[in-house]
């Protein structure tokens, strides 16, 4: 890709991996921010070494060490997670492309995210945990060059134990919710989600993206 084409939020391959991007920086020789989605390592690239991919109906990708598949048909309900394909935010809203949010409730087709994001039903697609029928693997641009051992690997949660320990977030971290320029502590964790002091429960993946939140303090730090 070219450095013009990449823009936030894009779903790309790197390393043969499906990554995100996070952040533009054209000021740097690696400009392009990503992370990995399967484990929300980050990484450092430039524009040449990614190849853009554009998620549809029935591609099934690891998210955070669960697998989900994208169904454009089924109705959403609540705790379920969505993937914004199509942002149109109210002035109050905020998300951008390829946001994965979970869902608070839905009326009529039309939902409220755990971060009082109202997405349109025209937005976004529902993932559905698991590996659908007739569905698509994009968790990898070339299969046949991950083994299975690999693949059951990314699939096991368990082994996130093992990413990149300085962006982990833990139990004691407190950071800036820019949105609402609220500093908060995480005071508790699940699979894959943090709960904020302030009554806010996010996904981890939204920890990385420096227009949501920024990191303050690091408790692990002083252990």
């Known amino acids: 890709m070219k450095l013009f084409q990449v823009r936030k939020g894009q779903f790309v391959y790197y390393n043969n991996e499906l990554h995100k991007v996070y952040s533009v920086k054209a000021m740097f020789k690696k400009s392009v921010h990503l992370y990995r989605l399967k484990d929300m390592q980050q990484v450092l690239s430039k524009a040449s070494d990614i190849q853009l991919y554009k998620p549809k109906h029935l591609d099934s ?79 990898y641009l070339d299969k046949n060059l991950v083994s299975s051992t690999q693949e059951a690997d990314d699939e096991a949660l368990g082994n996130l134990e093992d990413t990149d320990s300085q962006m982990r977030p833990v139990v004691g971290d407190i950071y800036l919710d820019n949105i609402s320029q609220t500093k908060a502590m995480i005071v508790a964790m699940t699979d894959g989600e943090v709960i904020f002091g302030h009554g806010v429960t996010v996904h981890v993946s939204e920890l990385v993206d420096e227009e949501k939140f920024t990191l303050i303090y690091r408790s692990e730090e002083d252990l």
């Open 61 to 139: 990708f690891i998210f955070y060490g669960k697998r989900y598949t994208i169904d454009q048909n089924k109705r959403p309900e609540a705790g379920d997670y969505i993937l914004i394909v199509k942002p149109a935010p109210d002035f109050l809203d905020h998300y951008s492309l390829n946001e994965i949010e979970k869902v608070d409730n839905v009326e009529d087709g039309n939902v409220v995210t755990t971060r009082d994001n109202g997405v349109k039903h025209n937005e976004y697609v529902l993932l559905v945990p698991g590996k659908l029928e007739n569905s698509q693997d994009i968790a």
